[in-house]
């Protein structure tokens, strides 16, 4: 790639701020939910306020750790089933602010709760609605004894946000959860990103040159963790500057610290320390100078040009690219441009993947559904989250057509011990071609369905049904096939029904006042 058609392609924003501020920040929370999964009560924890996982899902079963842990987030987990649940999903449904970025972050810690018959963790997927967001795999931090987090961007569709992991072809055992945050970021964070087409999955934040603890809220008012990062063949130094207004809000704490060349020569490092997959990715590289001249730097990503002539102040100053393809390893340098007698420095780095954002099933669709797993007694249990997306992880028994509207057009049921009744808002799933529900326990009247115009097979046999078939769906042009059999259905067989041409119609085992044609 040349230099050139690198700028034309990939877009690289510079943002350097001039305002500087007398006093140290001090942030309020920032608006979050913090839930503690398999926790049964709220608590505090630290001064923050967790709140236990049941009012958020349906499923799974709340565990306790057999392990000592120190914290105690992570002396919890709820764990979901893997038998017989292949490319199932199961989720926690949050309220969100429609159109807002929210930063998620999942915390995972084994703690060997599937038992000595599974000693290492399982291995899942992770999705935000109809997002797949990463695989979880955290057996090499469980070796080390420590926790797993993961963290993405996203912006909710709606006023509910579901995150739900997934039961993948590489899962052994029960999935399970430790933790689960959800903060609202400001608007100015990661802006250069199209929200409406991509969500963000954290690499790698750093705050380079540090050693501490890892910085996060009240440093951060986001709360987002910043990892220190040391390098024993680049020297550390503190820095006495006071940055502020970068639009990503780094935390003033990164730049106290700061990783640079011990002469004017050119500074290379690997970073993220993680081998990358193939794909686009965000980044973020600030700096700071404490030095009362200028310090004028390139940068460039595996020897390709990042930024030309970056000079930087004590002010602060941030690189930006939105779509920046990387494999593998990632190098990192930092060079002095010519001219200048500058010392290369680094002070902190965020890189995300960027992600496709996932479709999401027709609204009305998505209404309809939630009334007819309302009408049931006991639904699929992955019945949470997106019905349709992404298409792996669809409902059990929904078949969706993929396209511009992305519809339900099939709802197969059969066998599935299903008890409660059918709701009449199943006639709003207007591309619905097949429902197949035999076989159940569902009781109550049949629903009138003459609005599912593209109906053309109705399963409803060896149910408890009650009162009268509706004649509306002889109006159904399509329909071929109408099994009604072994039910308590009463009155009269629709003469429509009775005559319609082509029309598979079956009746025994009722009390119907007509003869059945079979």
């Not at 058609?5 to 608006?31: D, E």
């Not at 590489?170 to 802006?191: K, M």
Request: aromatic share 10%; glycine share 8%.
């Amino acid at each position: 790639m040349t230099e050139s058609s690198s700028m034309i392609s990939l877009l690289i924003l510079l943002l350097i701020i001039s305002q500087c501020l007398s006093q140290s920040l001090h942030f309020s929370p920032p608006k979050s939910i913090s839930i503690n999964c398999g926790e049964t009560v709220r608590s505090t924890i630290n001064g923050k306020e967790w709140l236990p996982d049941k009012a958020f899902t349906t499923v799974g079963t709340p565990k306790k750790i057999t392990i000592p842990v120190l914290d105690p987030t992570l002396s919890t987990v709820r764990s979901f089933p893997y038998l017989n649940n292949r490319h199932n999903k199961f989720c926690f449904d949050i309220f969100s602010y429609r159109g807002a970025k929210h930063m998620v972050r999942t915390t995972y810690f084994y703690g060997g709760v599937n038992g000595a018959a599974s000693p290492s963790p399982p291995v899942f997927d992770q999705i935000v609605d109809g997002t797949f967001w990463s695989v979880v795999n955290t057996t090499e931090d469980f070796d080390k004894g420590v926790a797993s987090y993961y963290e993405g961007v996203f912006v909710a569709k709606g006023n509910t946000m579901s995150v739900c992991l997934g039961v993948g072809e590489y899962t052994d055992s029960d999935p399970f959860i430790s933790a689960l945050e959800i903060v609202i970021l400001g608007d100015s964070l990661y802006n250069s990103t199209n929200f409406d087409k991509h969500a963000l999955r954290l690499i790698s934040r750093h705050s380079f040159g540090y050693s501490g603890p890892i910085v996060r809220y009240p440093d951060d008012e986001f709360d987002r963790f910043w990892e220190p990062f040391q390098k024993t063949s680049l020297p550390a130094k503190k820095n006495d500057v006071l940055v502020s207004g970068l639009w990503n809000h780094p935390p003033s704490k990164i730049f106290d610290t700061v990783m640079q060349s011990k002469k004017s020569e050119p500074m290379e490092f690997h970073w993220p320390p993680t081998s990358l997959p193939s794909s686009n990715y965000y980044i973020a590289l600030y700096f700071a100078n404490d030095q009362s001249s200028s310090r004028v730097l390139s940068v460039s990503v595996n020897g390709i040009t990042y930024f030309k002539k970056l000079n930087v102040t004590k002010d602060g100053a941030a690189v930006f690219t939105t779509q920046w393809p990387l494999s593998g390893a990632t190098n990192i340098t930092v060079t002095p441009v010519s001219g200048w007698n500058s010392v290369p420095s680094i002070n902190g780095g965020e890189i995300f993947q960027v992600l496709p954002v996932g479709n999401k099933t027709h609204t009305g669709d998505v209404i309809a559904l939630e009334r007819v797993k309302k009408s049931f007694h006991n639904h699929p249990i992955d019945w949470s989250g997106d019905p349709c997306f992404p298409p792996e992880y669809s409902w059990t028994g929904i078949k969706c057509s993929l396209g511009s509207r992305n519809r339900v057009v099939s709802l197969n049921l059969t066998s599935m011990g299903l008890t409660g009744s059918l709701s009449p808002k199943i006639a709003r799933l207007t591309a619905l071609t097949d429902i197949w529900l035999g076989n159940n326990s569902l009781s109550g009247s049949i629903p009138d369905l003459g609005k599912l115009r593209m109906l053309e097979k109705l399963h409803l046999e060896d149910n408890q049904f009650s009162g009268e078939i509706s004649s509306s769906l002889g109006n159904i042009t399509g329909l071929h096939e109408l099994f009604l059999q072994n039910n308590n259905l009463t009155g009269q067989i629709p003469s429509m029904l009775l005559t319609k041409p082509g029309l598979d119609l079956r009746t025994s085992g009722n009390n119907l006042e007509s003869l059945s044609p079979s």
